[in-house]
Nanobody, 128 residues
Framework: EALVKESGGGSVQAGESLRLSCVPSRLIYTDYCMGWFRQAPGKEREGVAVIDSDGVTTFADSVKGRFTIPKDDSKNTLNLKMNSLEPEDSAMYYC??????????????????????WGKGTLVTVSS
């Protein structure tokens, strides 16, 4: 059984909004670091946003001011709220959780993708 499951992907027009949800297993939800990554066809995977157990968030420059990463502790859910979507945001989005705190920080994991647990991804397509 997958330890991390994403949902909420779909097709939207540029300028519209979309919310992705991630439901890690309860044990993983308490991990120090969780976040979202994406990979567009022909491109390398890149970090979108991460959040640590204190609620401190780090965002990629390309999504700052447009995306938020709220946690719903009552539902053990990590969300990615995406506003003002652009065609360049089209990608497979992955939820990930858990880092080795001896080898990286949570903000560092945004850059390296050094997360322990990964979902299978959910596709987001933004049309112009």
């Amino acid at each position: 059984e997958a330890l991390v499951k994403e949902s909420g992907g779909g097709s939207v027009q540029a300028g519209e909004s979309l919310r992705l949800s991630c439901v890690p297993s309860r044990l993983i939800y308490t991990d120090y670091c969780m976040g979202w990554f994406r990979q567009a066809p022909g491109k390398e995977r890149e970090g979108v946003a991460v959040i640590d157990s204190d609620g401190v968030t780090t965002f990629a420059d390309s999504v700052k001011g447009r995306f938020t990463i709220p946690k719903d502790d009552s539902k053990n859910t990590l969300n990615l709220k995406m506003n003002s979507l652009e065609p360049e945001d089209s990608a497979m989005y992955y939820c990930a959780a858990g880092i080795d705190p001896f080898s990286t920080t949570c903000p560092g994991a945004l850059l390296t993708g050094g997360m322990d647990h990964w979902g299978k991804g959910t596709l987001v397509t933004v049309s112009s």
